[in-house]
């Protein structure tokens, strides 16, 4: 199948087109500047060159990456380059698609366009709303659902996923696994927060089984791990995988005294503190968003977490100084 994939320079990307190109998909990636370093039958264009260019042949579907990302303490100006990006540049590859005939919308979403209630969330849970990177992405997921009820011919897929993390410096979760590795404190309190994760290639292949997806319309699936760790439970797997010492914590009481003095800090020195009261609140609010529905389709995850976790810390030992970590690979 031939593809356009937007924001292909990213974290998600550079992950993404290997497994396609494995799959026997071609196509165009695309990114501010051009992206390089691309498997065989991809060939590289800025987004604007793209979207102004009129294909010699008509992609079968647009994968669509490209984001804003959400930042601790967003600004005025941050919401609206959310929005801008997230929405206005959603619209437009839409908008590109329906010029040009191309009738399937592959669309990456997140788990912040939803409001999950009590931190367990559903493909059918509310959207967000307000200035905010996920009210960016419920607003952008509109566009994309009337897009496809636009036509009876088209196809969208939209793909919420949990946390990414993966084998880049752009991942989530490697700041907590160099304070697991390093022996500092990490949890608060037992840690024991449900905490939904997805592995890069898990959602990779995610990406690529919506390719398939059979029906018109469109279809929302939330994108995890095969189950939902505790906050613990991932730090317990990261210092068994590194051979570092049992995770330590900070009782929760001491946590919520610390934090206004971390708060204090940040705005005095104007740098992120390791405890704060947005951080604190962050590891206290649960995360629960299974990919039961994703499942029950058909999806096989290529990995468990504590694969995708050594698959991370062996890029982690290889590529971002911790030459002692020599995770296990069983």
């Known amino acids: 199948m031939e593809c356009v994939v937007t924001g292909a320079r990213g974290f998600v990307g550079r992950g993404l087109l290997p497994v396609l190109a494995a799959a026997g998909h071609v196509g165009i990636a695309t990114g501010r500047t051009v992206p390089t370093d691309l498997p065989p039958g991809w060939r590289g264009s800025t987004r604007g060159e793209w979207l102004a ?134 949890l608060v309190g037992t840690g024991a927060t449900p905490r939904s994760v997805v592995a890069r290639r898990n959602l990779a292949a995610a990406i690529a089984f919506a390719l398939d997806a059979p029906q018109a319309g469109c279809v929302v699936y939330q994108v995890s791990d095969p189950r939902t760790t505790t906050v613990a439970e991932l730090a317990a797997m990261i210092a068994e995988l590194s051979h570092a010492p049992p995770p330590r914590s900070i009782p929760l009481l001491l946590a919520r005294c610390a934090a206004p003095i971390g708060d204090l800090l940040a705005l005095v020195t104007g740098r992120e503190m390791p405890l704060s009261s947005a951080r604190l609140e962050a590891l206290r609010a649960a995360s629960h968003f299974p990919s039961d529905r994703l499942v029950a389709a058909g999806f096989v995850h290529p990995q468990s977490t504590r694969e995708g976790l050594a698959e991370m810390l062996a890029w982690m030992a290889r590529e971002a100084g911790h030459p002692g970590l020599q995770p296990r690979q069983d």
Do not use: M
Not at 166 to 175: I, K, R, S
């Open 53 to 186: 260019a009129t294909p010699s042949s008509v992609p079968a579907a647009i994968i669509h990456l490209e984001v804003e990302q959400t930042v601790p303490a967003p600004t005025a100006a941050d919401s609206e380059a959310a929005d801008r990006v997230n929405v206005g540049g959603t619209r437009a590859w839409l908008d590109w698609a329906t010029k040009h005939g191309v009738r399937c919308f592959v669309f990456t979403s997140s788990i912040q366009a939803t409001v999950p209630g009590g931190g367990c969330g559903t493909e059918e849970s509310a959207l967000a709303t307000g200035a905010t990177y996920g009210g960016s992405k419920a607003r952008a997921e509109a566009e994309v659902r009337a897009w496809a009820v636009a036509d009876g011919g088209r196809r969208a897929v939209i793909l919420r996923p949990a946390a990414v993390y993966g084998p880049d410096a752009a991942t989530n979760l490697v700041p907590f696994a160099r304070r697991v590795i390093t022996g500092r404190r990490c």
